[in-house]
């Protein structure tokens, strides 16, 4: 019976990782269009036809991008385990990001920069707490 649950275990397993590789490589693709993108936003804030709201909003967006791909990278390199800090810095990314676009109400700014903090709080207590491999 042990046999049996390990190889269902294993079957599994590759099947995350098989769809894991997919996400990574559609993620990747998005990237590359994103990098367009900011190319784009450039040469539009460049010739005054474009924002700067736009063209950094589309940074951030191409950080969100990189950062889940080197989430996958980091999950086949470390043995098939997704590091909590990854996580924590995609979060803090994302609300800057919200930030930046939703920038309009001062309360809404205090309750995501809060939610900041936390988040560094956090990954300050998961890197003191959590012994690394």
Known sequence: MENFSKKISNLFLWIMNIG????????????LIELKEIVVEGMKFITDTGSYQH?????????????FVALIVKYFK???HFPLRYFIYIGITAI????????DDPKSVLIWSGAILLLVISLA?????????
Do not use: D, Q
């Not at 894991?20 to 990237?31: A, E, K, R």
């Not at 967006?61 to 990189?66: K, M």
């Not at 800057?96 to 920038?103: A, D, F, K, Q, Y």
């Not at 207590?125 to 491999?133: G, H, L, S, T």
């Open 20 to 31: 894991l590789l997919t996400v990574g490589i559609l993620l990747s693709f998005g990237l």
């Open 55 to 67: 063209f950094i909003e589309e940074i951030l967006v191409f950080f969100l991008y990189f950062e």
């Open 78 to 80: 470390n043995n098939y």
């Open 96 to 103: 800057v990001r919200l930030i930046i676009v939703e920038h």
């Open 125 to 133: 207590i998961a890197e003191k707490f959590i012994k690394k491999n």
